[in-house]
């Protein structure tokens, strides 16, 4: 090979000779520093030039690689530089163009790489041919297999059905001949020996009943045995993994069994049943209570054109014609037929018995009502009470002359009135204690108004006529202007002067409530459920819930269940007024129950049951009642978000959120009455919870979330509520006495009403000339026409009697100098803030603007 042709193929087509030998090198090793402390060894190779002598033979070079480009990549260009011509023969000094070691090696390296590229990208698509053929031979088979399982079934259900066709066939044919009487003996199975080969040693046979003549079952051939044996899974099966599992034996006898009894089956008889309906019940209830199914009730509401579901709610005049429409009868009844027959039962005449007098003790408050009923008890209860006041409705009775009397002590205080009104309510004789020195007062007409609405007597107990001060004959003159004509004065009213502390005429007081009584001729049936009302109600630590309550009629026992109020329970104890256990209370007879389910509310009625059943019943009616009504009064005080919006922007309406615990429900009733009479247009005292017993954890979570404040009347929280409420910091109040407990949250809600605005007029002037000051303004010179100008008064520009601004002095000068008032008749200069527009003639007027507090 000639240098001109080597010198082509290493310039002009870039085929340059890549060898393996190194002729003429050295190599050494130098370390090589980089950033961060990094290294590196490099291999140096030291390359020697080779001259050429005159008349030597050049040797052969090696033979070239050429070095191909891989077929994703595009041919590289030639180089653009012209060919350098080659000389014909070598010169002294001249050096060949050969390659250096480091490109020789580079190139090697590059076709070694493009070799491997190569034979992994043909291992490579040969794996994916396979893959991809694997995959098609399997989605044919899969193919393959449902195909033939489809064949299978269809083969199957065609033979059935065959066999079914001719069983039928046989049936009609045979049916003339069994029109003839006689014996047919019970067809006993044929198991053909094949199957008794099939059958597994030990398996158990399968059990077969007689068959009927109408039914006979086709006989198994041989060649039907192995689809009949197909659907069973056996070992070989299960490992070999070659076919799915089909339809079991068993499957297939449960749908001939079934079949057969479809054959058979007779439609059943329609049983008409009565079916009690109240005014709403659910489509599962109704179809439970005529024996239908739910879905056929939904099915005829489909009919009809309505989509419904079995929980759905309908109303008793769509139940009754359901019902009607399934052939059934229809009793209507009403929730509140569960109430019938527990009050007002008639007694006969002759099993009625004199019962004694309940008589109630009304009047004002410190007149001595307490004090009276000590003198009759020869107790001390007056002393016992917080404040001197009664703040409870307490129940006792006493026996004079061998006749017993039931007296009920009622509060006084104007707070109490529904305990007054209740008092009324429950009482045969009224007794109303005026005191001698005090006379008629607004507890004692309100007292007087309750005893006529209730329809009951009064006896006048003119008290404190031991006083220097008293005035009896003052008391009746009074009493003529509300109606009440005592005897002294021609009317029909007993009235007796007594003294409470020196127990005076005590016992004519007693006399004339027997006398009363005996005008009344109370009589009650002691034989038979006992019914009554509740007084007072609490909750014990101890005992759970107590009510007090005063049998109107009948026997209460020990063990009786009963229903009051909201709530139920049975009667584990009944206390007397002396403390003692009794096992029975008879008419007129003040006792408390142990034993409730529930506090129940003072005023409540009470009767016997005959169970437990009716008496929950009855509570749960009468809860949901509560609860419809509860709902139905904040909706109608709440109303919609627009009213809301429009009331607080319109009235600014502001509510003092509070949870209300007494140890009674009377004396809880009385605050919540007292507290809502405290509210005005501007505030109002909210309720969020009020109730008997102690603070709970359950009160201090609520206050947290609404953001009360918890008021505890004669009770107290216990540990756990305290810790709750050091935590979140919930303030906890406590009182005895209702007085202290109004003042305070009057003064509470006092605090929430907006300050009252109230102007206080200075002064006017009048405007005498205008000056426009450079880098001042405008600068009104005026005269002090009346009062006086202060600095930092409020001002009012008015303008033939009309006011056109209302704002503040910016300035106000006497002469030069800033001065803090101008009196009357003198001149002065003022300027208003951010206000220029001020002409001849206008009047100032200067005014003090006081905010003061208001109280409720």
């Not at 020195?437 to 006896?459: C, F, L, N, R, Y």
């Not at 007292?674 to 008997?692: C, Q």
């Not at 006495?737 to 009252?756: F, N, R």
Request: hydrophobic letters at 35%.
């Amino acid at each position: 090979m000639s240098d001109t042709k080597d010198d082509k193929t290493l310039g002009v087509n870039s085929k340059k000779t890549l060898t393996m030998k190194r002729p003429g090198s050295e190599q050494g090793t130098v370390r090589q520093n980089f950033s961060h402390g990094r290294s590196k060894a490099v291999v140096v190779e030291t390359k020697k030039r080779k001259f050429s002598l005159p008349g030597e033979k050049p040797e052969a070079p090696a033979p070239t690689v050429t070095l191909k480009p891989r077929a994703p990549q595009p041919p590289r260009p030639a180089p653009t530089q012209a060919p350098r011509p080659a000389p014909t023969q070598p010169r002294a000094g001249m050096v060949l163009n050969t390659l250096s070691s480091e490109e020789m090696e580079a190139r090697r390296r590059a076709l070694q790489d493009s070799r491997l590229r190569e034979v992994e990208e043909r291992k490579r698509a040969a794996e994916e041919a396979a893959r991809r053929a694997e995959e098609e031979e399997r989605r044919r088979k899969e193919q393959e297999e449902s195909a033939r399982r489809q064949a299978e079934e269809d083969a199957r259900l065609a033979a059935e059905a065959e066999a079914r066709r001719r069983a039928e066939e046989e049936a009609k044919r045979r049916a003339p001949a069994e029109e003839k009487p006689k014996v047919v003996a019970p067809v006993k199975p044929v198991v053909a020996d094949d199957d008794e080969d099939v059958r597994p040693r030990g398996a158990t046979a399968v059990k077969r009943g007689p068959v009927k003549p109408e039914v006979v079952a086709p006989k198994p051939v041989k060649k039907a045995e192995p689809d009949r044996r197909r659907g069973k899974l056996t070992l070989t099966k299960a490992l070999s993994g070659d076919e799915a599992r089909g339809r079991s034996l068993s499957s297939m006898r449960r749908r001939q069994e079934k079949f057969k009894r479809s054959m058979h089956n007779e439609p059943r008889e329609k049983i008409s049943r009565e079916v009690v309906l109240p005014e709403t019940i659910t489509i599962q209830e109704l179809a439970q209570r005529m024996a239908e199914r739910a879905v056929d009730l939904v099915k005829f509401f489909m009919k009809q054109g309505q989509m419904m579901k079995p929980g759905d709610v309908i109303d008793a005049d769509t139940a009754e014609l359901i019902a009607v429409e399934f052939g059934h009868t229809v009793k209507r009844v009403a929730e509140s037929d569960v109430e019938e027959g527990m009050f007002n039962i008639e007694d006969r005449s002759e099993d009625l018995q004199s019962r004694p007098p309940v008589v109630t003790i009304m009047g004002h408050v410190d007149h001595g009502k307490t004090s009276t009923l000590d003198a009759i008890r020869d107790a001390r209860v007056a002393s016992g009470e917080a404040g001197g006041i009664t703040q409870h409705i307490g129940a006792y009775q006493v026996e004079h002359n061998g006749q017993k009397i039931t007296f009920i002590d009622t509060p006084g205080h104007a707070a109490f009135t529904q305990m007054r009104a209740r008092g009324a309510q429950v009482t045969d004789i009224a007794i109303l204690v005026v005191a001698a020195d005090d006379s008629v007062m607004p507890q004692t007409i309100e007292s007087i108004s309750h005893a006529k609405a209730a329809g009951v007597p009064i006896i006048v107990a003119i008290n404190k006529i031991d006083k220097h001060e008293a005035d009896a004959q003052k008391v009746r003159n009074q009493l003529l202007q509300h109606d009440v004509f005592v005897e002294s004065m021609g009317g029909e009213v007993l009235d007796v002067e007594i003294s409470a502390t020196k127990k005076l005429n005590i016992d004519k007081l007693l006399e004339a409530v027997l006398l009363q009584a005996e005008i009344l001729d109370l009589k009650a049936n002691p034989d038979r459920t006992a019914e009554g009302v509740v007084i007072e109600a609490k909750l014990d630590k101890g005992r759970g819930s107590v009510a007090t309550v005063l049998v109107n009629t009948g026997t209460l026992n020990v063990g009786d269940i009963i229903a009051v109020g909201n709530e139920w329970g049975r009667v584990r104890a009944l206390v007397n007024d002396g403390g003692e256990q009794i096992k029975s209370a008879g008419p007129s007879m003040p006792v408390e129950i142990l034993g409730l389910q529930g506090t129940p509310q003072a005023g409540d009625r009470f009767a016997v049951v005959e169970n437990e059943a009716k008496a929950r019943e009855i509570s749960d009616y009468r809860q949901r009642l509560a609860r419809e009504k509860a709902v139905a009064r904040q909706a109608g005080q709440r109303g919609s978000l627009e009213q809301m919006m429009s009331q607080l922007q319109t009235s600014g309406l502001k509510q003092f959120p509070l949870i209300i615990k007494g140890d009674v429900q009377g004396s809880v009733e009385a605050i919540n009455v007292a507290l809502d009479k405290l509210g005005t247009d501007e505030v109002r005292a909210r309720i969020v919870h009020s109730g008997a017993g102690a603070i709970t954890e359950s009160d201090i979570s609520l206050a947290e979330t609404s953001g009360a404040v918890i008021l505890g009347f004669n009770v107290r929280a216990n540990k756990q509520a305290r810790a709750a409420a050091d935590q979140d910091g919930i303030e906890i109040r406590y009182y005895n006495i209702i007085y202290d407990l109004v003042d305070d949250i009057k003064q509470a809600m006092s605090g929430l009403l907006s300050p009252e605005r109230r102007e206080t007029f200075i002064g006017n002037a009048e405007i005498l000339e205008v000056f426009n000051i450079t880098k001042v303004g405008k600068v009104a010179g005026c005269r002090v026409t009346e009062g006086k100008m202060e600095r930092g008064a409020g001002v009012r520009l008015i303008r033939d009697n009309v006011v056109v601004h209302e704002g503040t002095l910016k300035t106000l000068k006497r002469f030069k100098d800033e001065v803090s008032e101008v009196p009357v008749g003198q001149e002065c200069g003022m300027a208003f803030q951010n206000y220029e527009d001020m002409r001849e003639g206008d009047v100032i007027e200067a005014f003090r603007v006081e905010m003061i507090k208001r109280s409720l």
